[in-house]
């Protein structure tokens, strides 16, 4: 199972941030996928380590919300659910396909809004034909703390492996897509957080095993 926690790619100033509202990044690897075989025990310890973060939102990468591989038939990804209980929602990515990507956050906590993929973001092969950028496109949403006002703009992303240009282009996009941001939007608070493969801090670093 791979663990990517707290990985920011652009974290601004957050207006009143506090230590009451949390944001972690998970990925999951292949939930509720036939390429990770997991029983029901194992679906079961995910949700208990997942509910024990104590989360105000949390952003999940590959996850297949209708799939299920522990022999039920429950999707594996509604079994998380369910294990973190009536005080928690999700939303799923329709985009991704069987790597999707997911909001799960704490509804006494927070409110979040706006929820879908990133607004003129689409693959785009690269110019020597090498490869694609974004198997995924980033999903977004907006967030606001109940207890304190504090609020952001969040998106997650899922960025491409084994293409270091194809990365390179994504990082590029998701830089001009911030620039245009800032210069529109009113709130300008955001944090782009989730798996950035990266070769140098990310899986198959030792030191991030």
């Known amino acids: 199972m791979r663990i990517i926690t707290f990985t ?3 974290l601004l100033t957050l207006t009143s941030w506090s230590k009451d509202l949390s944001v972690f ?16 025990e194992n679906i079961a310890n995910l949700g208990k380590y997942i509910k024990s973060l104590n989360f105000s939102i949390i952003c999940l990468q590959e996850v297949s919300p209708f799939g299920t591989v522990d ?3 429950k999707a594996d990804y509604r079994e998380v659910l369910d294990i973190l209980g009536s ?16 909001f799960i956050w704490n509804t006494k906590e927070v409110e979040v809004s706006d929820l879908g993929v990133l607004e003129g973001f689409k693959r ?9 950028t974004f198997p995924r496109i980033p999903f977004t949403c907006f967030v606001k703390s109940k207890k304190t006002g504090t609020d952001f703009r ?9 293409n270091d240009k194809a990365r ?14 800032k210069g529109e939007s009113f709130d300008k608070d955001v ?7 990266s070769k140098k801090y990310g899986w198959g670093n030792s030191k991030c095993k």
Do not use: C, P
Request: hydrophobic letters at 30%.
């Open 71 to 73: 022999g039920d038939s």
């Open 124 to 132: 785009e092969t690269l110019s020597d034909g090498s490869g694609k």
């Open 191 to 197: 944090i782009i957080i989730g798996d950035f493969n």
């Open 87 to 102: 005080d928690y929602r999700g939303w799923h990515s329709h985009q991704g396909r069987s790597q999707r990507l997911v």
């Open 25 to 40: 990044s998970f990925n999951v690897e292949w939930l509720g996928h036939g390429n990770k075989k997991r029983n029901h």
């Open 168 to 181: 390179y282009k994504e990082a590029l996009r998701l830089a001009e897509w911030y620039e245009d941001y």
């Open 8 to 10: 920011v790619f652009l």
């Open 154 to 162: 969040l998106i997650t992303v899922h960025m491409t492996w084994g």
